[in-house]
Each structure stands twice: as C-alpha cells, then as structure tokens.
C-alpha cells in the first residue's frame, strides 16, 4: 500500500493542494509476508502517518483484510500495531486503479502495480516502494 505520497511533489509540478493523492482502487492483492520489526520501527517516523490513515480508509470496501490503525501512533509500537503497519506498508498492493489529484482532479493509472504518469511528454513509472517517502525528496 505504499502509494501515498503525491508524484506531483516528486516531480515538482505546480500544484497546491495535490497531496495525498486519492486512491480508486479495482483490484487490491493482499501478499503476506513475514514481519520485520526493525524495518517497520525505521520507517514509521519517514511516512506521512495521516495519508496512510487516509489510504487505508479509502481501501478498505476493496480489502477486508486491512487492519485498523490508530488515529495516532503511540511512542511506543507494540507487536500488534508493528504487525499491522507491517501489514498496510508491505502485504497490501494496489494492482489496478486511478491516483487523482484532489487538487486537479487529473487522474493517474495504476496498472500491474504500478503509478504511471504522462506529463508534458514525459513519461515516468514508479512502483508503490518509491510513493511513501515525498518528504524526503523536498
């Protein structure tokens, strides 16, 4: 589920309002996969914790396995809530959809997993792994 950064930020489009992005999902996969702690415990303070909740509220009439997160998150992670970030981050995949900017509401495609953006001529793929972490590239 790691789509929730706006492309308008990394790629510097001139857009006031574009984050996060709105996700239209058709197809979610769930895959899971074996919990890593330290991972989770290192990412959690780089995400955009309010987009995420945003994310998962819009996913979840696609995906019922989707675990509820809390409102906030506390200053310490326990095993449940590092098993249910782990969860939303890493086994939740959105294969088929829009991204819509709420801002312009011009929509990207999401095809096989992937974000793809037509702009200008330029044509730039990213997979989920490179949308949760905007703040880092401003």
Same mark, same amino acid.
């Given at each position: 589920?790691?789509?929730?950064?706006?492309?308008?930020?990394?790629?510097?489009?001139?857009?006031?309002?574009?984050?996060?992005?709105?996700?239209?999902?058709?197809?979610?996969?769930?895959?899971?996969?074996?919990?890593?702690?330290?991972?989770?415990?290192?990412?959690?303070?780089?995400?955009?914790?309010?987009?995420?909740?945003?994310?998962?509220?819009?996913?979840?009439?696609?995906?019922?396995?989707?675990?509820? #997160?809390? +409102?906030? &998150?506390?200053? @310490? *992670?326990? =095993?449940? #809530?590092? +098993?249910? &970030?782990?969860? @939303? *981050?890493? =086994?939740?995949?959105?294969?088929?959809?829009?991204?819509?900017?709420? =801002?312009?509401?011009?929509?990207?495609?999401?095809?096989?997993?992937?974000?793809?953006?037509?702009?200008?001529?330029?044509?730039?793929?990213?997979?989920?792994?490179?949308?949760?972490?905007?703040?880092?590239?401003?």
């Amino acid at each position: 589920l790691l789509y929730i950064v706006s492309f308008f930020w990394i790629l510097n489009f001139r857009t006031k309002d574009g984050y996060p992005l709105i996700i239209e999902a058709t197809t979610v996969v769930v895959e899971e996969s074996p919990v890593d702690r330290e991972l989770v415990t290192n990412m959690v303070n780089k995400i955009e914790y309010g987009a995420l909740l945003q994310a998962c509220q819009q996913l979840a009439p696609q995906c019922s396995s989707l675990p509820e #997160l809390p +409102a906030e &998150l506390p200053d @310490v *992670l326990d =095993d449940a #809530l590092v +098993a249910s &970030l782990h969860t @939303v *981050l890493f =086994d939740i995949h959105v294969t088929e959809g829009h991204l819509i900017c709420p =801002d312009t509401g011009r929509k990207f495609t999401v095809k096989e997993g992937r974000s793809i953006i037509i702009y200008r001529g330029m044509h730039v793929q990213l997979t989920s792994a490179a949308y949760f972490f905007a703040h880092d590239f401003l």
